[in-house]
Each structure stands twice: as C-alpha cells, then as structure tokens.
C-alpha cells in the first residue's frame, strides 16, 4: 500500500511537471498578439503604459512630417503603440516597399526551399534555364540561389549606359567577376530570384506571395513590375510574422528553422550585416549600396544590436528587434537625398524612438561617449569601463565579425583569453544607444 501511494504520487509530480511545461510554453508562444486575418481590428498598448511621453511622441511626429513620411507605425509585442498617416494618407492607402520587398522574396524562397521546389546551392539555370546573363556559360553557371539572396553573383552592378542597376534584360546582366568573390548589391540579379521561385511553383509571383504568406497573415498587397505595395499595416503584419521566426500566431509558415536563421545572419565574408535580402545591425562593419568599401562599426549605431531590418529606396522601412519586441514600419518619399537602402535618416529616427521614454531620458551617441570612459587601450589583459548611465550590454567581435563571450565584473572585463589583434567593443546603454569602440588587444 505504501509502495503504491508513493507510485501515485511520483506520477501527480510527473504529470505536474509536464502540465507546467506545456502551459509555460503555451504562454510563451501566446506572448505576441496577431491581429485577425480579416478586417480592421487591431488590439493598441498606450504609449504611456511604456512610459513614453506625449511631448516627444509629438517630437517625433514632427521630424516624420518634415522628412516626407507618409505612414508610420510602431508595434510592440505585436499590438499599436504608435500609428500615423501624414498628408492624404490612411491606414488604406498603399505605398510601395522599394528594396524592402528584397525580404519578403527571401522569405519565400525559404518556403520554396523546404517544399522541396528549389534548393538555393543549385545554380539558377537549373531553374530558369541558361543564357539568362551575358556571361560566359561557365561563368554564368557558377551562380547559385544562393548567390542572389547573398548579392555575391559577379554580374556588374554598374552595366553601362542604358543599362541601370535595376534592369534584368539578359544584355545588361554582365560579367564581372566570380560568383562568391565579391559583394555588390544588384537589384537586377536578385530579381532573378522571383523568377527561379515561380518557374519551380508553376505559378505567377503574386499568387504564390497569396498562397504562401498573404492568406496566411491577412496582408493584401500586390507585386507590380517585381516590387511589392501595399498599405503600412501589411507591412507591420511581414515584419510582425518575422519577429516571431516565421510563425503566424500557432501557423508556422517558414517551417525551415534553418533557413530562417541564416536569412537574418550574417551571409558572406564581405558585407557582415548583410544576410540573405535582409539588412543586419550589431556588426563590427557594413558594406553600402554602390560603394565597394568596408566601414567600421554597427549599421545603425542608435537601434539595438539585435535588429534586423528590410530596408527600400527612399526611405521604406521594416525594423524588426526581437530584444524589445518592437517592429517599426515606415513609408513615404525620401526623407535625404535619393538613397537605395540605408541613409543617415536610420540613426538620427532611432535617437527619436529612444528618447520616447521620460523615465530613461533617451541620449545620442555623442552624449554617451562623454559618459563612458574605457581605458587601457591597447590593452593586455583588463578592460575598464566607468559609465555615468545605465548599461544593457557589452559585446566585443574581432575583424571578421566572430563574437566572443565577456562579462563586465567590477567595472572591468577579461579579455587576457582573446589572441592579439584589433577588436571591436559594443557598448549598448539601457536606452538602446550603441557606442563602438575599437580596442587593440596587445
């Protein structure tokens, strides 16, 4: 009887454990809010709830204004926190996403792959056939899939005159070097992907974009001349869906856990925050668009490390931050000068999102330098770092990108275990402000 009573009781304390488990995991995967597939219901969170003021919400209404925004949105948690549509914008009218739809094909040649319709190492004429391009065959064979979505093809991303970057006709897609050997972004390569995606579904692009993701998520845009539109909230419901790792709500449409990770890491050994059609933040060094030189330092030093985001000309926007839960969308016309992705708008939007806490004050770059002091440098074995604000992270990566684990103890780190050399030192202050330092280990 006693042995009994104590079998009975082992199997209460393992059913318990296995009912905490599964309700856990159920909470966790119920932490994000989907909004219904159909109509206009979308559940909001107050902004003060986040303790974000009204003054500097106005603050940065103002800024979007003056930089040609016509949407804008910010999602926490998947719900509205923030949602304004400037001039004769509304939350029905439809922008196009430029180079952002780069992503959203990314996307679904993830889902391409894991049905069993392409593989993107195979190289695209298995799929589209050959004399796509104008290069030798054996050079042209050298292009993967894989290749678009890492904008490593080789072709030349400046053909000439009349050529433009954009342009897939067979004639303006040159030659110029290897595939694999160097990093350029070319619209009209990666718009090949579209092609190769179609032509293995035996289906035009917009009904695979429906079938595959559209239905699935209630967006409702449309592909027109290979770039997507579609109204500011389809495009938070694509960057919602890819903050929680391509599932929609309990649907997983990216069922390629792999895939999906490498897309949003690190591609190639050229451009560390580029990885496959999607723009990467935290890196020790970026690579822009028409520019075939490497600088120093994270993409968006303002926006956290984690980001990632699909990025289009003249300032289209998807900012998806998996640490704090946030996506941001943003459309309109070019808030500089005509840029094809990145512009210095990012940095100077994220100095606005940071500073909408009034509990936090939000500071810029320039103000955290003044209050961080990290010495020696070069160092030996100890790093000190003595800071005036509130810290979330450090983080520290060599030359090519590695990342290496270090712990702030007592104001100081070890680094006597990293070999010698020059690294980069990421300091992110609790307001998301980044400060990059390079430290010579010696």
Same mark, same amino acid.
């Given at each position: 009887m006693v042995s009994l009573s104590h079998q009975t009781f082992m199997k209460r304390i393992y059913f318990t454990s296995i009912?905490?488990?599964?309700?856990? &995991?159920?909470t966790k995967a119920q932490?994000?809010? $989907?909004?219904?597939? &159909?109509?206009? &219901?979308?559940?909001t969170i107050s902004p003060q709830s986040l303790n974000w003021c009204?003054?500097?919400?106005?603050?940065? =209404?103002?800024y979007l204004q003056v930089k040609n925004t016509r949407s804008f949105i910010i999602l926490k948690n998947g719900k509205i926190v923030l949602e304004k549509y400037f001039g004769s914008y509304t939350v029905d009218s439809l922008h196009y996403w430029a180079s952002a739809s780069k992503s959203l094909t990314s996307f679904l040649t993830g889902i391409a792959q894991k049905n069993g319709l392409i593989n993107i190492n195979n190289k695209v004429s298995q799929y589209i056939g050959t004399g796509w391009t104008s290069a030798p065959l054996v050079k042209e064979n050298l292009i993967t899939v894989k290749n678009l979505l890492q904008m490593t093809s080789g072709l030349d991303d400046g053909p000439p005159f009349p050529c433009t970057n954009e342009d897939t006709?067979?004639?303006?897609?040159?030659y110029q070097v290897n595939a694999g050997t160097r990093w350029a972004y070319h619209t009209g390569a990666y718009k090949k992907v579209q092609d190769v995606i179609s032509t293995s579904a035996g289906l035009n692009y917009n009904t695979v974009t429906n079938n595959w993701i559209e239905s699935k998520t209630g967006m409702s845009g449309f592909w027109f001349q290979q770039?997507? =539109?579609?109204?500011a909230r389809d495009m938070a419901r694509f960057g919602l869906l890819n903050l929680n790792?391509?599932?929609?709500?309990?649907?997983?449409? !990216?069922?390629?856990?792999? =895939? $999906?990770?490498? !897309?949003?890491?690190?591609s190639q050994n050229f451009n560390q925050s580029y990885g496959y059609l999607w723009w990467l933040n935290g890196k020790a060094t970026y690579m822009n668009p028409g520019i075939q030189l490497v600088l120093n330092g994270p993409?968006?030093?303002?926006?956290?490390n984690d980001m990632f985001a699909a990025l289009g000309k003249n300032d289209q926007k998807i900012y998806v931050i998996p640490s704090t839960g946030m996506v941001v969308i943003r459309q309109g016309n070019s808030a500089e000068n005509v840029t094809f992705a990145l512009s210095t708008f990012d940095n100077t939007l994220w100095d606005y999102i940071n500073k909408l806490n009034c509990v936090n004050a939000g500071i810029n770059v320039n103000d955290l330098s003044q209050k961080i002091t990290i010495y020696p440098n070069p160092v030996k074995d100890m790093i000190t770092?003595?800071?005036?604000?509130e810290l979330r992270s450090i983080s520290i990566k060599n030359g090519i990108g590695q990342s290496f684990e270090i712990k702030l103890r007592n104001n100081t780190i070890d680094v006597s275990q990293l070999q010698k050399g020059l690294y980069f030192l990421t300091i992110t202050s609790s307001t998301n402000i980044n400060l990059v330092r390079k430290i010579v280990i010696d």
């Open positions: 009912l905490f488990v599964f309700c856990f &995991t159920l932490s994000l809010y $989907f909004p219904p597939l &159909t109509g206009s &219901t979308w559940d009204q003054a500097r919400i106005d603050s940065l =209404y103002n006709a067979k004639s303006c897609l040159l770039v997507y =539109y579609s109204t790792k391509g599932i929609w709500n309990t649907d997983t449409i !990216m069922k390629d856990s792999l =895939y $999906f990770k490498a !897309m949003i890491n690190t993409l968006i030093p303002n926006c956290p770092i003595k800071s005036d604000v």
